[in-house]
């Protein structure tokens, strides 16, 4: 007990918490979440495929228990839950998930429906092709191996890997601040790009597309992106693809037709998409759509039924498209780790570059690797064409030495190696057909050696060899086999024109709303309703027990009511859609995500163009322009960033050329409006500064017109000559007469 009181060691808890979390964080990052840009792999994947190949499930072998599987990578590589490592080894043999299967399953393992695959103790599996050629040239020393988490083994700390495999299959992950998103690519396309940049090093991305046209998802799919957004995205490796699923007309009887569905979008679960469909149509949000069916077997076949023959199938697909998965967007985002250390975020060309240099790596230590061999096997050769020249001496030696070991090394000036490969030899090798075939051995390795010397000597030997390499792998699993053929195709140019002219019918259709004045009356307990015309406010609307007014605004069915948040944010809501003026109306949180502990600052009707002053408690403002804070979802944009400890307090028109700001202090201060910055989002600057409170209230006004304050008296510019200063100063008391209650109008 003594020793370990003794051994209790004195720390900041910030420093004690900083260095753990950074080392959880760096190794979640390293070991977990990203992939290598070199081989394209997870530890997990990369110990999964070496495990497999440790234990003989080459692509000509028999299948083994995926549980044997799991069993084995778990007790000697990969130290974490079994249903996880089976959830990888899934993965990689779904073919609907990953564009080249790495994995050859026999059994059930899951379907585009979303369905579980069977427990691994019922389900086979073996390596394909493409993982053998990701394997190939362990036994060669290509890459370097590091002891497993116990020590006992040894592991490959990155594959060989003879193919792009990072960009052929893709990636997903999610670390410690920050996470991977890499789409699937055709591999042929790939191995066409790798080998011009081999040839031009110095190439452009631009030249790059020529090769990668983009995405190849293994379920299909059209992506409607424009060939400029596509390439941006590769230059900067951040961006996303908006892919539709492929559908045709289908004609039935007297004039009637159906629509067929034939592939969806990428990791688009089958099942729930057709449900949410179905939803759609129960919820009456799809008019021009009657009825869904699933008629799929081997290959996908979703019927899409029209209300009528007279339906535009473009309109109703359009329709689809805006409200259902047959449209996703598949991010792009190639953050990876740069040989195997550092993460960023590379371009196409940066890691087909980083693909390339660790070939160019392999290629180096397997030549040098087979040059030892050679040496070795040539030095035991010479040896035997040595003694070859005196047969008989050799066996008199070895017949009546007792260590002839030393002997045959003295007699014919050998190496120990040789004495002992000689010692080794069979009395059948001694005829004469076999000096013939050591003498051609011979030859033939002693040409090899030169070949691979002058390889190593040779960047252009090189350069050639890797793209041999790469055109055999695009020979065996490129476009021209049916592996490797391009499953996802690009709308063209008339086709992406024509999509955008559908959109926007069908975007006139969905908000075409006759334009009636309404009243818009939130209470104060946040409950919200829109009464018919527009109404003064009068004691004939009741509200809730112990609620009153909060908000009383005029306002037409097709404006934009929009509402500011103690906490930052701003929400938008369709004044069209606004509940009835019958009853107390909705609670305001049931169209938006508010949090209980925040409440509304303002709601007005959005106009286009306007600038908004934001202030909150802490003194700190900014402008900011009306039109970047409108936000048609639940949970709002945050545009203020405001402190757990304080409130966003002002949200105020800008309309002139002054600010005015006052403290719960009371005290008051003008400066000029060129003095507060315009921003998009933050905190602001610093409007008024306290040593007690805080902002009470902001506003905007024309210096020369004056100052209103609440009780609607204004105050002139000469009246205000002793409060006028800089931004940030702490301000005067108002003058005799101010309102009471320190706000403005």
Known sequence: MADTIEDIRPEPLAQALSERYLAYALSTITQRALPDARDGLKPVHRRLLHAMRELGLRPDAGFKKCARVVGDVIGKFHPHGDQAVYDALVRLAQDFAVRYPLVEGQGNFGNVDGDNPAAMRYTEARLTELAQALLDGLDEDAVDFRATYDGEDREPIVLPAAFPNLLANGANGIAVGMATSIPPHNLGELCGAVEALIRTPTMRDDTLLKHVKGPDFPTGGIIVDDPASIAEAYRSGRGSFRVRARWRREEGARGTYQI???QIPYQVQKAKLIERIAELIEQKKMPLLDDVRDESAEDIRIVLVPKSRTVEPEILMEQLFRQSDLESRVPLNMNVLDNGLVPRVM?????????????RTVLERRTTHRLEKIAARLDILEGYLVVYLDLDKVIHIIRTEDEPKPKLIKAFKLTETQAEAILNMRLRSLRKLEEMEIRREHS????ERKELTR?????????????????????????????????????????????QAVAEEVVALETAVEREPI?????QKGWLRALKGHQEQNDAVKYREGDRERFWIHAETTDKLMLFATDGRFFTLDCSKLPGGRGNGEPIRSFIDLPPEADLVAMFVHI?????????TSGHGFITAEDDAVAMKRSGKQVMNVPVDQEAVVCRAVE????????ENRKLLIFPLGEVPEMARGRGVLLQRYRDGGLMDATVFVLKAGLKDQNNRNWSATELKDWRGQRAQAGRLPPKGFAKSGKFA
Not at 347 to 359: C, E, G, T, Y
Not at 468 to 497: C, M, N
Not at 608 to 616: D, V, Y
């Open 260 to 262: 067929v569905v034939d």
């Open 347 to 359: 371009s196409l060309k940066d890691v087909l570059q980083a693909f390339i240099n660790h070939r």
């Open 444 to 447: 033939a390795l002693s040409k």
């Open 455 to 499: 390889l190593l000597g040779s960047e252009t030997l090189k350069s050639d060899r890797l793209i041999e390499e790469i055109r055999a792998i695009d020979a065996k699993f490129g476009q021209k086999t049916k592996l490797g053929k391009r499953r996802t195709q690009f709308a063209k140019a008339a086709d992406l024109a024509a999509i």
């Open 519 to 523: 009243t818009v009356v939130c209470s």
């Open 608 to 616: 286009p163009g306007r600038k908004l002053l934001l202030a909150q």
């Open 656 to 663: 002139g050329d002054s600010v005015a700001a006052v403290g």
